[in-house]
């Protein structure tokens, strides 16, 4: 079995940084894509950043410019550094690791980011 582990998550100031980890420990091979998403109280999960095997990046419109993900293949982590957060970014994050050979698609158990005015 695989579990992907959260850290970095809290309370920070508007205007503030933070940086999320995630690791996968476990039987885990092939990793080609770590995401991160989001969920607001009453909105729906979205996509917040991805990153391929090839480093290939995307971002959502709403964060582009401030947040940056990484990852780390050695260490099966994948990372998101925020800058200039907003109120707007307050939700839980999840990091998602997708794969194949089989494919697989792993989640996270989420981690609360709160930024407080």
């Known amino acids: 079995q695989v579990q992907l582990v959260e850290s970095g998550g809290g309370l920070v100031q508007p205007g503030g940084s933070l940086r999320l980890s995630c690791v996968a420990s476990?039987?885990?091979?092939?990793?080609?894509?770590m995401a991160w998403y989001r969920q607001a109280p009453g909105k729906q999960r979205e996509l917040v950043a991805s990153?391929?095997?090839?480093?290939?990046?995307n971002y959502a419109d709403s964060v582009k410019g401030r947040f940056a993900i990484s990852r780390d293949n050695a260490k099966n982590t994948v990372y998101l550094q925020m800058s200039s957060l907003k109120p707007e970014d307050t939700a839980v994050y999840y990091c998602?690791?997708?794969?194949?050979?089989?494919?697989?698609?792993?989640w996270g158990q989420g981690t609360q980011v709160t930024v407080s005015s």
């Open positions: 998602n690791f997708q794969g194949s050979t089989p494919p697989y698609d792993h």
């Open positions: 990153i391929t095997k090839g480093s290939s990046t």
């Open positions: 476990g039987n885990i091979f092939n990793i080609y894509n």
